[in-house]
C-alpha cells in the first residue's frame, strides 16, 4: 500500500496519488510505502528516481542501521522492534528539504502515529520532511525503553528468586534473559551510531539546524546502551553468583561426606580383621569380645568426631 500527502502552498494538507503527482505542486509531501508490493516498490525508480542501490538497500531486508548521502537525497536505514518481540523491524528514510519518502515491510505503529498527528495538526507550518523524521526515529527509540525495563523486572525477579525456583531453572532464566540483552544491543548500538554520525556530518546541514531534537534521541540511545551494558554485568554477577554458592554447597557436602568416609575406615579396618575366617585368632573365644570390639570401635569413631569438629569441618 502507498500513501501521499501533500503540504500545499497555502499550508493545507491534501491526499496525493501517482497519477496527479507533481513535486513543483507542493512545499513538500510526504510518501509511505506500507508493505509495497513488487509493482509498487517499482515507484521507488519511477517516477521517484531514487538512487538503485538504495532501492536495493529497500528491498533487501534487514541492512545494519546506515545513513547514505545522494545527489537529491539522504538515505537512511533504522530497526525498531516487533510487537511484543525483540525481532528487528527495518524502515527506512529518503529526506530531503522537499520530502520524506518511508519504505518499510511491516507495519510501523510509529510511522501511523507521526502521520495521523500530522493529518490533525493545527500547525502545520511547524512541520516539515526533517520534523517528521525526527518525531518517527524518536518514536522508534523511546520504542526500546519497555523492552529493556521487562528486561530489568525479570532479572530482579531472578535475584530475589521469589517464586522459589530450583538452581537450574534460575540459570536457564538468567542465560534467556542475557540473550534478550545481547539481541538489544545488537539494535541499539548501530542507531546509537547512526545517531552519532548524522550529528557530527557536515552535509547535513538541515539536521545541524535541528541538532538539539537529534541530540536528544542520541542521549536516550546512549542510555539505553549504559543500562544494557550495566545489565549485562549484573547477569554476569549473578551468574558467578549462583555458580560460587552451587561450588560451595557442593564442597559442603563433599567435606560431610568426606568426614564420615573417615570416620568409618577404622571401623571398617576392624570389622575386616575379625571377618577373616582364621582358626588362630584368641580374641574369637573372649566372652566379651565382641562388646569390647564394638566399645573401641565406637570410641574410635566417637573420638574422630570431636576432633574433626573442634577442626571446624562441620561449620
Same mark, same amino acid.
Given at each position: 500500500?502507498?500513501?501521499?500527502?501533500?503540504?500545499?502552498?497555502? =499550508?493545507?494538507?491534501?491526499?496525493i !496519488?501517482?497519477?496527479?503527482?507533481?513535486? %513543483?505542486? /507542493?512545499?513538500?509531501?510526504?510518501?509511505?510505502?506500507?508493505?509495497?508490493?513488487?509493482?509498487? @516498490?517499482?515507484y521507488?525508480?519511477d517516477?521517484?528516481?531514487?538512487?538503485?542501490?538504495?532501492?536495493?538497500?529497500?528491498? %533487501?531486508?534487514?541492512?545494519?542501521?546506515?545513513?547514505?548521502?545522494?545527489?537529491?537525497?539522504?538515505f537512511?536505514?533504522t530497526?525498531?522492534?516487533?510487537?511484543?518481540?525483540?525481532?528487528?523491524?527495518?524502515? %527506512?528514510?529518503?529526506?530531503?528539504?522537499?520530502?520524506?519518502v518511508?519504505y *518499510?515491510?511491516?507495519?510501523?505503529?510509529?510511522?501511523?502515529?507521526? /502521520? +495521523?498527528?500530522?493529518?490533525?495538526?493545527?500547525?502545520?507550518?511547524? /512541520? &516539515?520532511?526533517?520534523?517528521?523524521?525526527?518525531?518517527?526515529? +524518536?518514536?522508534?527509540?523511546?520504542?526500546?525503553?519497555?523492552?529493556?525495563?521487562?528486561?530489568?523486572? @525479570?532479572?530482579? +525477579?531472578?535475584?530475589?528468586?521469589?517464586? *522459589?525456583?530450583?538452581?537450574?531453572?534460575?540459570?536457564?532464566?538468567? =542465560?534467556?534473559?542475557?540473550?534478550?540483552?545481547l539481541?538489544?544491543?545488537?539494535?541499539? #548500538?548501530?542507531?546509537?551510531?547512526?545517531?552519532?554520525?548524522?550529528?557530527? !556530518? *557536515?552535509?547535513?546541514?538541515?539536521?545541524?539546524?535541528?541538532?538539539?531534537?537529534?541530540?536528544?534521541?542520541? +542521549?536516550?540511545?546512549?542510555?539505553?546502551?549504559?543500562?544494557?551494558?550495566? %545489565?549485562?554485568?549484573?547477569t554476569?554477577?549473578?551468574?558467578?553468583?549462583? #555458580?560460587?554458592? &552451587? !561450588?560451595?554447597?557442593?564442597n559442603?557436602?563433599?567435606?560431610?561426606?568426606?568426614?564420615? @568416609?573417615?570416620? =568409618?575406615?577404622?571401623? @571398617?579396618? #576392624?570389622?575386616?580383621?575379625?571377618?577373616? &575366617?582364621?582358626?588362630?585368632?584368641?580374641?574369637?573365644?573372649?566372652?566379651?569380645?565382641?562388646?569390647?570390639?564394638?566399645? #573401641?570401635?565406637?570410641?574410635?569413631?566417637?573420638?574422630?568426631?570431636?576432633?574433626?569438629?573442634?577442626k571446624? /569441618?562441620?561449620?
Amino acid at each position: 500500500m502507498i500513501r501521499m500527502i501533500g503540504i500545499t502552498k497555502d =499550508f493545507t494538507i491534501k491526499d496525493i !496519488s501517482f497519477r496527479q503527482f507533481n513535486p %513543483n505542486d /507542493w512545499i513538500w509531501y510526504w510518501i509511505d510505502f506500507d508493505q509495497p508490493s513488487e509493482e509498487e @516498490t517499482i515507484y521507488l525508480q519511477d517516477p521517484l528516481q531514487f538512487h538503485p542501490l538504495a532501492i536495493e538497500d529497500c528491498i %533487501n531486508k534487514l541492512q545494519r542501521p546506515k545513513l547514505d548521502y545522494y545527489d537529491q537525497h539522504t538515505f537512511y536505514v533504522t530497526h525498531r522492534l516487533g510487537e511484543g518481540s525483540l525481532e528487528k523491524e527495518e524502515i %527506512n528514510f529518503f529526506v530531503e528539504k522537499q520530502f520524506i519518502v518511508t519504505y *518499510h515491510h511491516l507495519p510501523s505503529p510509529e510511522i501511523d502515529q507521526v /502521520w +495521523d498527528r500530522l493529518i490533525h495538526s493545527r500547525k502545520i507550518k511547524d /512541520w &516539515n520532511p526533517y520534523l517528521v523524521f525526527y518525531y518517527v526515529l +524518536d518514536k522508534i527509540v523511546d520504542n526500546y525503553f519497555p523492552f529493556l525495563y521487562e528486561i530489568e523486572d @525479570t532479572l530482579n +525477579d531472578i535475584e530475589d528468586n521469589s517464586n *522459589h525456583l530450583s538452581m537450574e531453572k534460575l540459570l536457564d532464566q538468567l =542465560f534467556e534473559t542475557r540473550h534478550h540483552l545481547l539481541s538489544l544491543r545488537h539494535t541499539i #548500538i548501530p542507531m546509537r551510531d547512526l545517531l552519532y554520525r548524522m550529528l557530527n !556530518s *557536515h552535509r547535513l546541514e538541515t539536521i545541524q539546524g535541528k541538532k538539539e531534537y537529534f541530540a536528544d534521541i542520541y +542521549d536516550h540511545l546512549l542510555k539505553l546502551s549504559e543500562m544494557i551494558d550495566a %545489565n549485562r554485568e549484573i547477569t554476569a554477577d549473578i551468574r558467578d553468583s549462583y #555458580i560460587s554458592y &552451587n !561450588s560451595h554447597q557442593t564442597n559442603r557436602v563433599m567435606k560431610v561426606l568426606t568426614v564420615i @568416609t573417615t570416620i =568409618f575406615m577404622p571401623l @571398617t579396618f #576392624i570389622a575386616g580383621i575379625y571377618g577373616m &575366617n582364621f582358626e588362630h585368632m584368641p580374641e574369637l573365644r573372649w566372652e566379651f569380645g565382641y562388646f569390647l570390639i564394638l566399645l #573401641i570401635m565406637l570410641i574410635i569413631g566417637g573420638g574422630m568426631y570431636i576432633w574433626f569438629k573442634k577442626k571446624g /569441618w562441620f561449620r
